[in-house]
């Protein structure tokens, strides 16, 4: 995603968080008994976890480059 700036990666990593939260108490839930039994499942867990993952990834290098960590530099002390 080129072009993203560090607050839409935060946002996006709110969001998921928010997401991550709600799906842990209520992922799936089952209605009814023997051959009527229907489950629900509202989303992948695992999945909203690897989303948040990598917005929390990418927040990292967004703030590291913010602050021009992304680049090596050197240093030339006098003799």
């Known amino acids: 995603m080129a072009g993203i700036t560090l607050e839409q990666a935060e946002a996006k990593l709110t969001l998921w968080l928010a997401a991550e939260e709600k799906l842990a108490t209520s992922q799936s839930y089952t209605i009814g008994e ?27 290098e967004l703030t590291r480059d913010a602050r021009g960590r992304g680049r090596t530099r050197y240093a030339v002390l006098p003799r």
């Open 34 to 60: 023997g051959d009527s039994r229907r489950t629900l499942t509202r989303a992948d867990l695992a999945e909203v976890r690897r989303a948040v993952e990598y917005w929390d990834q990418k927040v990292k």
